[in-house]
């Protein structure tokens, strides 16, 4: 099955402690994107990718980082700096930028306290 | 600025009736609009998305309409089943290649 995969679907966290949210694609898309939903509110951009090795600031990055090593991945991580990790985040992918329907991963939830 | 907002946060309908999700958008050079269902616990899954030389576009059950003269974009769901319930989005392409999200509207499938 083609599809988004997102590890782990549950991930608890110390405060002060960084930690990385898994992503991985087989749909052979070329952009990949994280956002983050906080309850009752819709979905912020956190930070996006075009094409391998690149990357941009979405609306939220401030806390966080990621990388864009290969085509099928591109994970987040949630760094110390973050002041309010704690929230249900999502990836998703295009088959390109230009193309805005994307495609989602079932999301993890972080708890960090 | 670009927003996405929606008129009605929760939408009560009765198993078999017609549903109707709004969304306003403050955009107007937006061309282009998508609508995302959410399952409770899931990611959003694509439901029917509408580009702004169109004023209609028609899938499975769903209808999308957009009025560009008011800015005001809406989900048509016919014949609206409990597997239906969730919440609703809209958005909207804003600057470069982002998507603006609203921020949502529950609909609840009564039996």
């Known amino acids: 099955d083609g599809g988004i995969t997102q590890s782990p679907k549950y991930l608890f966290r110390k405060e002060g402690q960084n930690v990385t949210l898994s992503c991985e694609q087989n749909?052979?898309?070329?952009?990949m994107y994280w956002y983050r939903q906080d309850p009752g509110q819709g979905l912020r951009l956190i930070y996006y990718?075009?094409?391998?090795?690149?990357?941009q600031k979405g609306d939220i990055a401030e806390g966080y980082s990621v990388s864009r090593e290969k085509k099928e991945s591109f994970p987040l991580t949630v760094t110390s700096a973050q002041k309010n990790p704690t929230a249900f985040y999502l990836c998703?992918?295009?088959?390109?930028?230009?193309?805005?329907?994307?495609?989602f991963g079932p999301g993890t939830r972080l708890t960090v306290t | 600025g670009e927003s996405v907002g929606l008129h009605l946060p929760t939408l009560s309908v009765q198993e078999g009736d017609n549903s109707i999700i709004n969304c306003a958008y403050s955009?107007?050079?937006?061309?282009?609009f998508i609508w995302y269902k959410q399952e409770s616990g899931k990611g959003p899954q694509f439901i029917i998305d509408?580009?702004?030389?169109?004023d209609k576009r028609q899938g499975q059950r769903v209808t999308v309409l957009l009025n560009k003269t008011v800015k005001h974009l809406s989900l048509q769901i016919a014949a609206t089943q409990p597997g239906d319930s969730a919440v609703y989005f809209c958005a909207e392409k804003g600057s470069s290649y982002k998507l603006i999200f609203g921020s949502g509207t529950r609909l609840l499938v009564r039996p």
């Open positions: 749909l052979n898309h070329d952009a």
């Open positions: 509408i580009r702004s030389n169109m």
């Open positions: 998703a992918s295009s088959r390109d930028i230009s193309l805005y329907e994307q495609y």
């Open positions: 955009n107007s050079a937006s061309d282009y």
């Open positions: 990718s075009q094409i391998v090795n690149d990357f």
